[in-house]
């Protein structure tokens, strides 16, 4: 079965920072996998998501991540945080069939002025 | 617009009853799907439906039910038989197709005392 490693509960960066969150994802065949940004207490939103076009994938908001098969990994970055980025952010993966999405245990990333 | 409506927002429950969670959606999408979440365990799959009057069990389905009897509309039933059911439950639908992103509502926060 798939899962998702999310590395870091938690993520805090300055105003204007990189941001770099981890995704580690275990599949022996390149999955489809997708970030998705959560605020409090609403749904998910969807940031971006990867099905085996480029390896670079830009999303909303300024964010992109690159698929990296070799490393099993998907991490999402944006060269400049703003205060407005502070949520929770998931990345989830799914088999090539038609599989429901397994999300990771979410990274919380906090903005600091 | 079209979208997902979960209702209502926030529901109060005694412990020993049964309680409805609506899911409604006007995307006209084959998939619905039902996630808990709680903190710091990310979202967990409970049920979903890939067509009319079919579902399937995730992993957590234990002391829940749901039906699908139109394409637009995915109950959950959460059942007294449910040790832990306080949390925030997520309603999300997808054209059903490998590599579909899901699109989300807003939730359900369930507590129950």
């Known amino acids: 079965a798939q899962s998702v490693t999310q590395l870091g509960s938690h993520v805090s960066v300055s105003e204007g920072a990189l941001v770099l969150l981890r995704c580690n994802y275990s599949?022996?065949?390149?999955?489809?996998l997708f970030w998705y940004v959560q605020y409090p207490n609403q749904g998910l939103q969807l940031l971006l998501k990867y099905t085996s076009a480029a390896t670079l994938v830009k999303g909303i908001n300024g964010f992109e991540a690159e698929f990296k098969k070799s490393e099993t990994s998907f991490h999402l970055t944006k060269p400049s945080a703003h205060m407005s980025d502070a949520a929770e952010y998931f990345c989830?993966?799914?088999?090539?069939?038609?599989?429901?999405?397994?999300f990771g245990k979410g990274t919380r990333l906090s903005v600091i002025a | 617009d079209g979208g997902i409506t979960q209702s209502p927002k926030y529901l109060f429950r005694k412990e020993g009853q049964n309680v409805t969670l609506s899911c409604e959606q006007n995307?006209?999408?084959?998939?619905m799907y039902w996630y808990r979440q709680d903190p710091g365990q990310g979202l967990r799959l409970i049920y979903y439906?890939?067509?009319?009057?079919?579902?399937q069990k995730g992993d957590i389905a234990e002391g829940y039910s749901v039906s699908r009897e139109k394409k637009e509309s995915f109950p959950l039933t959460v059942t007294s038989a449910q040790k832990n059911p306080t949390a925030f439950y997520l309603c999300a639908s997808s054209q059903g197709q490998g590599g579909s992103p899901l699109h989300f509502g807003n939730g359900t926060r369930l507590t129950v005392t």
């Open positions: 995307l006209n999408h084959d998939a």
């Open positions: 989830a993966v799914s088999d090539p069939g038609n599989t429901p999405l397994v």
């Open positions: 599949s022996s065949v390149p999955p489809y």
């Open positions: 439906s890939q067509i009319v009057n079919d579902f």
